[in-house]
């Protein structure tokens, strides 16, 4: 009896031994994906120059940035793209989306979106911007991990996604979207699906943070200061306690996330970055001094330009009509902006580019993020608007840390780093236009989805688009 039993446990450990080895030479057998990118000029996300490299991406990474003419032994699996001396950059980066919150209407338009509206209206966001060379989105309140799991799975097209999912706001605070007649968070739409969340005292705002983890975050989004559009204060309205962000700030770290806080006033944002939050999102009140507080903390900034550094704005139907609510705010937002620009020149903190719509998909989204690339370009220079759109972005993503969800590089061209890669016609270092940038926007011409002069977009080593020969 007892040899029997040993000559099965045996008969076991060699057939698993078997599997093994089967397993092991499967893994052997099976080719690598690879793509090389030769007779490319490389913006690598972080020099202002183009270098002349060839690139090697096996399966999802970056093997090799090489300036010596790369070859591959390998014959089964492999593409090898002639650039035609065109421009090889990173994917984009957009460091501030809504992709939930797409719909039109505003606020009751959002208020009155059914969940299923919502999330499809975000999946076409999702493509939207991969289409136009997007690898990478994080957004900044309304979106869950459905989107994301759906995208990383490879059902539907979309960038890499960051997620604040709720939006944390006290009551009152610029994310309280209740409208007039809602007395409790229970009758809110938004509330209910958990676009936003309210909380008040350290309690709440610790169990509001907690939650947002089980919608899946990687950002913590609170709400420290008014806005153009929201309804429940002025922009200089401080918002949450000290203990309140501290709570907030406490609790991400016990996952490795960080705080990003909305805000514009200055004496805000000095002390957020004092009770350790870690990206301003917004922030154009900034004066020199917390500009080099928030450089000495490694803290990032995400800007609006498009409404503070150009006159654009008054086209806007909502923010350039005088009889509006909103139009005073408009005014006061550009006169306590006008030194943004001269302040970031010249303290060079961390800047990322924001696109931050809302309400909008399509036409109108596309235009707002091509004046926002061209806006940025035209006021801080093109190498300073492409590492905020690379490399920059990249390291703001990479600050989630242990609950980083893509944890290699992103935004650069480099060994070990994602393959998110644009083929580009064109210099975008002396020509923004050739990633999209436009100097009009609610007058430029509409554009359907993708921007022709980016040939091709690559995102985790799968091509999206190739138009090289076209
Ligand atoms: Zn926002």
């Given at each position: 009896?007892?040899?029997?039993?040993?000559?099965?446990?045996?008969?076991?450990?060699?057939?698993?031994?078997?599997?093994?080895?089967?397993?092991?030479?499967?893994?052997?057998?099976?080719?690598?994906?690879?793509?090389?990118?030769?007779?490319?000029?490389?913006?690598?996300?972080?020099?202002?120059?183009?270098?002349?490299?060839?690139?090697?991406?096996?399966?999802?990474?970056?093997?090799?940035?090489?300036?010596?003419?790369?070859?591959?032994?390998?014959?089964?699996?492999?593409?090898?793209?002639?650039?035609?001396?065109?421009?090889?950059?990173?994917?984009?980066?957009?460091?501030?989306?809504?992709?939930?919150?797409?719909?039109?209407?505003?606020?009751?338009?959002m208020e009155s979106s059914r969940w299923d509206y919502m999330a499809v209206?975000?999946?076409?966001?999702?493509?939207?911007?991969?289409?136009?060379?997007?690898?990478?989105?994080?957004?900044?309140?309304?979106?869950?991990?459905?989107?994301?799991?759906?995208?990383?799975?490879?059902?539907?097209?979309?960038?890499?996604?960051?997620?604040?999912?709720?939006?944390?706001?006290?009551?009152?605070?610029?994310?309280?979207?209740?409208?007039?007649?809602?007395?409790?968070?229970?009758?809110?739409?938004?509330?209910?699906?958990?676009?936003?969340?309210?909380?008040?005292?350290?309690?709440?705002?610790?169990?509001?943070?907690?939650?947002?983890?089980?919608?899946?975050?990687?950002?913590?989004?609170?709400?420290?200061?008014?806005?153009?559009?929201?309804?429940?204060?002025?922009?200089?309205?401080?918002?949450?306690?000290?203990?309140?962000?501290?709570?907030?700030?406490?609790?991400?770290?016990?996952?490795?996330?960080?705080?990003?806080?909305?805000?514009?006033?200055?004496?805000?944002?000095?002390?957020?970055?004092?009770?350790?939050?870690?990206?301003?999102?917004?922030?154009?009140?900034?004066?020199?001094?917390?500009?080099?507080?928030?450089?000495?903390?490694?803290?990032?900034?995400?800007?609006?330009?498009?409404?503070?550094?150009?006159?654009?704005?008054?086209?806007?139907?909502?923010?350039?009509?005088?009889?509006?609510?909103?139009?005073?705010?408009?005014?006061?937002?550009?006169?306590?902006?006008?030194?943004?620009?001269?302040?970031?020149?010249?303290?060079?903190?961390?800047?990322?580019?924001?696109?931050?719509?809302?309400?909008?998909?399509?036409?109108?989204?596309?235009?707002?993020?091509?004046?926002?690339?061209?806006?940025?370009?035209?006021?801080?220079?093109?190498?300073?608007?492409?590492?905020?759109?690379?490399?920059?972005?990249?390291?703001?993503?990479?600050?989630?840390?242990?609950?980083?969800?893509?944890?290699?590089?992103?935004?650069?061209?480099?060994?070990?780093?994602?393959?998110?890669?644009?083929?580009?016609?064109?210099?975008?270092?002396?020509?923004?236009?050739?990633?999209?940038?436009?100097?009009?926007?609610?007058?430029?011409?509409?554009?359907?989805?993708?921007?022709?002069?980016?040939?091709?977009?690559?995102?985790?080593?799968?091509?999206?688009?190739?138009?090289?020969?076209?």
């Open positions: 009896m007892k040899t029997m039993k040993t000559m099965k446990n045996l008969s076991i450990f060699i057939l698993t031994l078997l599997l093994s080895i089967v397993n092991v030479y499967a893994q052997k057998s099976t080719p690598k994906k690879i793509v090389l990118f030769t007779n490319v000029m490389v913006f690598d996300g972080t020099t202002n120059k183009l270098l002349k490299r060839d690139v090697l991406v096996e399966d999802n990474l970056i093997a090799n940035v090489s300036e010596e003419a790369l070859s591959v032994i390998q014959t089964d699996n492999v593409t090898i793209i002639d650039g035609q001396g065109m421009t090889l950059m990173p994917g984009m980066i957009d460091s501030h989306v809504h992709f939930n919150l797409s719909m039109g209407g505003g606020r009751p338009g209206m975000g999946a076409a966001s999702a493509q939207d911007w991969l289409a136009d060379g997007f690898t990478t989105a994080r957004d900044l309140g309304g979106m869950h991990d459905g989107l994301r799991r759906v995208i990383d799975a490879g059902m539907i097209d979309g960038p890499r996604m960051y997620l604040a999912t709720a939006m944390i706001s006290q009551t009152s605070g610029h994310g309280d979207m209740l409208l007039d007649g809602q007395t409790d968070p229970n009758q809110s739409n938004l509330a209910r699906l958990e676009v936003i969340q309210l909380a008040d005292g350290e309690d709440e705002v610790r169990k509001a943070v907690r939650r947002s983890f089980s919608l899946g975050a990687n950002i913590i989004k609170i709400m420290v200061g008014g806005g153009v559009a929201g309804a429940k204060g002025p922009i200089w309205a401080s918002q949450f306690t000290d203990e309140e962000i501290t709570v907030a700030v406490k609790e991400a770290a016990t996952r490795d996330a960080y705080v990003a806080a909305h805000i514009y006033s200055d004496e805000d944002i000095k002390r957020v970055l004092n009770l350790g939050v870690m990206s301003i999102e917004h922030g154009q009140f900034i004066t020199e001094e917390t500009a080099k507080l928030m450089k000495e903390k490694g803290a990032f900034i995400s800007p609006y330009l498009a409404s503070v550094a150009s006159d654009e704005i008054f086209k806007h139907p909502i923010f350039g009509n005088k009889d509006g609510f909103e139009y005073p705010r408009v005014m006061e937002m550009k006169e306590n902006s006008k030194n943004f620009i001269k302040i970031i020149k010249k303290v060079q903190p961390n800047i990322v580019y924001s696109s931050d719509i809302v309400n909008t998909n399509g036409t109108p989204s596309r235009q707002q993020r091509d004046f926002e690339k061209w806006v940025f370009a035209e006021n801080l220079g093109n190498f300073e608007a492409l590492k905020a759109l690379t490399s920059t972005g990249g390291k703001l993503a990479a600050m989630t840390g242990r609950a980083n969800p893509y944890p290699n590089k992103l935004g650069v061209i480099e060994e070990g780093a994602y393959a998110d890669i644009l083929i580009v016609d064109g210099n975008p270092l002396k020509d923004i236009t050739v990633i999209g940038g436009n100097p009009e926007w609610f007058t430029a011409a509409p554009r359907g989805r993708g921007i022709s002069t980016i040939k091709i977009i690559m995102k985790d080593g799968k091509i999206y688009k190739n138009t090289l020969n076209n």
